[in-house]
């Protein structure tokens, strides 16, 4: 299920992300930050790496990502979720 609070240029940036470096030909790394919060890291000498915050519960988490070292100024959101009400 997608935010509904994000436009369509957010999501058409997030696409574009599949044609950089790093995507192409990165690395992927799993930092376990909590029991219910991973995060992967993308990364490719030379170029920008990205990293993507998942919360693997459904509850609101508030997390330190200050022992990631990155540059929280340029942090974009996207919010996805999961409808299990299905069953």
């Known amino acids: ?42 990364y490719l000498q030379g170029y920008e790496s990205f990293y993507a915050v998942i919360n693997l519960e459904s509850e609101k988490k508030i997390v330190d990502l200050s022992e990631l070292n990155i540059d929280l100024r340029r942090i974009t959101a996207l919010k996805l979720s999961v409808d299990d009400s299905k069953g």
């Not at 994000?6 to 690395?27: A, M, P, S, V, W």
């Not at 930092?31 to 919060?37: K, S």
Request: aromatic content about 8%.
């Open 1 to 42: 299920v997608l935010d509904e609070s994000i436009n369509l240029d957010d999501y058409l940036q997030f696409i574009e992300l599949r044609k950089h470096e790093t995507f192409k030909n990165g690395n992927l790394e799993t930092i376990h930050l909590t029991e219910d919060v991973l995060v992967l890291k993308r």
